[in-house]
């Protein structure tokens, strides 16, 4: 101990001395009228003794043994501070399930996902980005055949599904319990579902048919086969009076809900028509097709379209509203794509699941995450945070055919770093100023 108390008491007198510009010079040192001293005071504070000091010392002497501490000096992991948090994901975990998924749909308020699979079964999910908090809240098992669509209610407090058993379920999303059940709602099986307000909820079946339920009576308002094939997706306006069909027959079909009657068919396009979304406010109208095309229509103007566009891809099966101008669709080929929409860009590849076709996507409510299911059995995430801070130029610039997208976020393909990157795209834009051509809009 008086070893530990000389070497406390003579580093409390010590102050070290810090050169400075003017000491390196001859002139400055015989300036210089003393050592410069540490700006900061040393302050001594007792520290308890552990291990070989204490049981040398004793346990009277544990409270003397001196400590320096440095004002603006913070030491990691020290007396008091709370132990480091796990380190954050950019994204959630890839959920895995026992079967291809059919559907999927994200909470509008909380961290929830809910998925119905291939063998009827439905699950509910809770996503984080803190490693292994990801996990299974509940299932169900009440469909006799193939989950085809799931959705929640406007409100969050209920999960709507639809199966190829034609019954509609109503499950209570806290705890799972089948709230209502419309068996046979359709004479054929069920394909999409979609809630309107807190009482209304539209459905389609691969016949064709159309049905807006009121779930105060427990029946249909509204009933109407005006598609020859099935009704693959379905979007309603803001208001919740136009109720927007996509069909496998290619056309559009507009319905009043407000009214209960069937408004018009729009003319028929190459190849089924796969999804339909509202964009700019609510004055455009975006169909995916099978051919790989999107085709756009004026909100005013449902019975022929005022613009395509061609997307280098095998076919558009799903297609999710980013921001008001930006779209992220799903294919075969197992990509998904970012589409801006007027002027008409692909923008690059948010995500991909290899080689295996996609059948549904998801964003979540503060349009940061997106979810997306395919037939390898996985959910997976993507950051998409970067897309809405994107601003596309009118200027369409030449783009070399059959090269390869855009990585858009840190898990999509060709994300690694490029150190040539930069210097690449400098000579292509030089060159196409020395063309001067333009290319159309694809990927």
Same mark, same amino acid.
């Given at each position: 101990?008086?070893?530990?108390?000389? $070497?406390?008491?003579?580093?409390?007198?010590?102050?070290?001395?810090?050169?400075?510009?003017?000491?390196?010079?001859?002139?400055?040192?015989?300036?210089?009228?003393? %050592?410069?001293? +540490?700006?900061?005071?040393?302050?001594?504070?007792?520290?308890? &003794?552990?291990?070989?000091?204490?049981?040398?010392?004793?346990?009277?002497?544990?409270?003397?043994?001196?400590?320096?501490? #440095?004002?603006?000096?913070?030491?990691?992991?020290?007396?008091?501070?709370?132990?480091?948090?796990?380190?954050?994901?950019?994204? %959630?975990?890839?959920?895995?399930?026992?079967?291809?998924?059919?559907?999927?749909?994200?909470?509008?308020?909380?961290?929830?996902?809910?998925?119905?699979?291939?063998? !009827?079964?439905? +699950?509910?999910?809770? +996503?984080?980005?803190?490693?292994?908090?990801?996990?299974?809240?509940?299932?169900?098992?009440?469909?006799?055949?193939?989950?085809?669509?799931?959705?929640?209610?406007? =409100?969050?407090?209920?999960?709507?599904? #639809?199966?190829?058993?034609?019954?509609?379920?109503?499950?209570?999303?806290? =705890?799972?319990?089948?709230?209502?059940?419309?068996?046979?709602?359709?004479?054929?099986?069920?394909? $999409?579902? &979609?809630?309107?307000?807190?009482?209304?909820?539209?459905?389609?079946?691969?016949?064709?048919?159309?049905? #807006?339920?009121?779930?105060?009576?427990? @029946?249909?308002?509204?009933?109407?086969?005006?598609?020859? @094939?099935?009704?693959?997706?379905? /979007?309603?306006?803001?208001?919740?009076?136009?109720?927007?069909?996509?069909?496998?027959? !290619?056309?559009? !079909? #507009?319905?009043?809900?407000?009214?209960?009657?069937?408004?018009? &068919?729009?003319?028929?396009?190459?190849?089924?028509?796969?999804?339909?979304?509202?964009?700019?406010?609510?004055?455009?109208?975006? $169909?995916?097709?099978?051919?790989?095309?999107?085709?756009?229509?004026?909100?005013?103007?449902?019975?022929?379209?005022? =613009?395509?566009?061609?997307?280098?891809?095998?076919?558009?099966?799903?297609?999710?509203?980013?921001?008001?101008?930006?779209? $992220?669709?799903?294919?075969?080929? !197992?990509?998904?794509?970012?589409?801006?929409?007027?002027?008409?860009?692909?923008?690059?590849?948010?995500?991909?699941?290899?080689? @295996? %076709?996609? @059948?549904?996507?998801?964003?979540?409510? =503060?349009?940061?995450?997106? /979810?997306?299911?395919?037939?390898?059995?996985?959910?997976?995430?993507?950051?998409?945070?970067?897309?809405?801070?994107?601003?596309?130029?009118? +200027?369409?610039?030449?783009?070399?055919?059959?090269?390869?997208?855009?990585?858009?976020?840190?898990?999509?393909?060709?994300?690694?770093?490029?150190?040539? /990157?930069?210097?690449?795209?400098?000579?292509? /834009?030089?060159?196409?100023?020395?063309?001067?051509?333009?290319?159309?809009?694809?990927?």
């Amino acid at each position: 101990m008086p070893q530990l108390r000389a $070497c406390a008491s003579s580093f409390a007198s010590w102050s070290p001395s810090l050169p400075d510009a003017a000491s390196q010079s001859p002139r400055g040192a015989a300036a210089r009228a003393g %050592p410069r001293r +540490y700006p900061h005071p040393v302050v001594v504070q007792p520290l308890p &003794l552990r291990g070989r000091a204490w049981r040398s010392a004793g346990p009277a002497a544990a409270v003397n043994k001196p400590a320096v501490s #440095v004002p603006g000096l913070r030491l990691c992991g020290a007396p008091g501070e709370p132990p480091a948090g796990p380190r954050l994901r950019d994204t %959630p975990e890839d959920i895995c399930l026992e079967a291809a998924a059919n559907a999927i749909a994200l909470h509008p308020a909380r961290a929830l996902l809910a998925a119905g699979d291939v063998d !009827g079964d439905v +699950y509910l999910y809770r +996503y984080s980005c803190v490693p292994g908090d990801t996990r299974q809240l509940w299932s169900s098992g009440h469909h006799l055949k193939s989950c085809r669509d799931v959705a929640f209610s406007p =409100d969050g407090q209920r999960l709507l599904t #639809v199966s190829k058993d034609k019954a509609i379920h109503i499950l209570t999303v806290e =705890d799972g319990r089948l709230e209502t059940r419309i068996a046979k709602a359709h004479s054929a099986a069920l394909n $999409c579902v &979609l809630p309107i307000d807190h009482h209304l909820l539209a459905t389609g079946d691969d016949g064709g048919e159309l049905k #807006v339920w009121d779930l105060r009576k427990g @029946e249909a308002i509204l009933e109407a086969r005006q598609h020859e @094939e099935y009704i693959s997706a379905m /979007a309603v306006d803001g208001n919740g009076k136009i109720l927007l069909t996509a069909s496998g027959d !290619g056309t559009m !079909g #507009v319905f009043n809900v407000k009214r209960r009657r069937f408004e018009l &068919l729009s003319e028929p396009q190459n190849g089924d028509l796969t999804s339909v979304v509202l964009l700019k406010r609510g004055k455009k109208v975006a $169909c995916g097709s099978s051919e790989g095309t999107i085709y756009l229509f004026n909100w005013n103007g449902f019975g022929a379209t005022s =613009d395509r566009f061609a997307l280098r891809a095998e076919s558009v099966d799903c297609m999710v509203p980013i921001t008001e101008s930006i779209v $992220c669709t799903g294919s075969l080929d !197992g990509v998904i794509r970012a589409v801006n929409i007027l002027p008409n860009r692909v923008l690059g590849c948010v995500g991909q699941h290899m080689g @295996e %076709p996609i @059948e549904q996507l998801a964003v979540a409510p =503060d349009g940061q995450l997106l /979810a997306s299911c395919a037939h390898d059995q996985k959910v997976k995430f993507w950051d998409i945070s970067s897309l809405g801070s994107m601003v596309v130029d009118e +200027y369409r610039k030449k783009k070399k055919r059959g090269g390869p997208l855009k990585a858009l976020s840190s898990k999509a393909p060709g994300s690694g770093e490029d150190f040539f /990157a930069d210097l690449r795209e400098e000579q292509e /834009a030089t060159a196409e100023a020395a063309t001067g051509s333009d290319s159309d809009d694809s990927d």
